[in-house]
């Protein structure tokens, strides 16, 4: 029996309505998905803020993973930023007018590195190398029913796996973001000054010029936010990962993207709300 608002097969209905249908039936799936996606983390979020009251559980695990987030990235992180330091440097200055004041080179790498580029790539390239490895290790505990044993042996697993790594990552982006910012400045210093005419002499100058205590709060402002965001989502898609091995690799890559959109989306809104306060 056909009911009048029984769902019917989209072949059903005529060809010239057909592709209006479909449309309209993927918009609807897709706004459904995204829309319990959003509940489902707001949900984990509740669990993590319950996780919280169990200090016992995961205080022994922050060290461990502050090690394994901050410490081991510190390497990458330092490449990655004299390179981009230094290729701000050289490009600054080749683009500039004749009669402009070469302190304006290190003006402008002050600004970019500690700003812009500082944070925001290394939260970008945190969000590939601990996101997926913190999405993948959760993600094998699940698929390998090790964290059904954590609820068997009576721990949290939210507070056992999630908090300890929401906390290291929070402390330590913005330790990594300072240490970025110093080695980005120092790499287009060494770039503007061996490289180019720029003396050491006018690029400090340039350092120096229009500096204010908030630019740095800026840039750490960025990089606490940026680390929440990173072991927050790339945790949640871990804990919810399904399908044996291959569900481990869509949840990793998943957990890459998601974090890496979210990075670019708080960077936006840090600079809509924050950078006006960065004038003078």
């Not at 080179?105 to 997926?132: F, N």
Request: proline content about 4%; some cysteine; glycine content about 10%.
């Amino acid at each position: 029996m056909n009911e009048p608002w029984a769902h019917k097969q989209t072949d059903s209905y005529p060809v010239f309505t057909r592709g209006s249908i479909k449309f309209f039936r993927r918009m609807s799936r897709f706004s459904l998905g995204f829309l319990g996606g959003v509940g489902q983390r707001v949900l984990f979020l509740r669990d993590v803020r319950r996780a919280l009251a169990e200090p016992q559980t995961y205080l022994p695990l922050v060290m461990p993973q502050m090690r394994a987030i901050g410490v081991d990235s510190v390497p990458l992180t330092i490449m990655v930023a004299a390179f981009i330091g230094g290729v701000i440097s050289l490009q600054i200055r080749y683009q500039l007018f004749p009669g402009i004041q070469l302190s304006i080179v290190g003006l402008s790498v002050r600004q970019i590195v500690i700003l812009e580029t500082g944070p925001l790539l290394t939260g970008l390239v945190l969000a590939g190398r601990v996101g997926a490895k913190m999405t993948a290790e959760i993600g094998t505990m699940r698929v390998t029913e090790q964290i059904d044993a954590l609820e068997t042996l009576a721990y949290d697993p939210v507070a056992y796996l999630v908090i300890p790594r929401l906390i290291a990552a929070i402390v330590m982006l913005p330790i990594l973001a300072i240490i970025a910012n110093v080695f980005g400045v120092f790499a287009g210093m060494g770039a503007a000054v061996f490289l180019t005419d720029v003396q050491m002499s006018q690029f400090l100058d340039g350092v120096r010029l229009g500096f204010d205590q908030f630019q740095v709060t800026y840039s750490l402002i960025k990089a606490t936010l940026f680390g929440a965001a990173i072991a927050y989502l790339c945790t949640y898609e871990g804990y919810v990962t399904e399908s044996g091995a291959e569900g481990v690799g869509k949840s990793t890559a998943k957990a890459v993207v998601i974090s890496s959109i979210w990075i670019l989306i708080l960077d936006a809104l840090t600079a809509v709300l924050l950078a006006p306060y960065l004038q003078g």
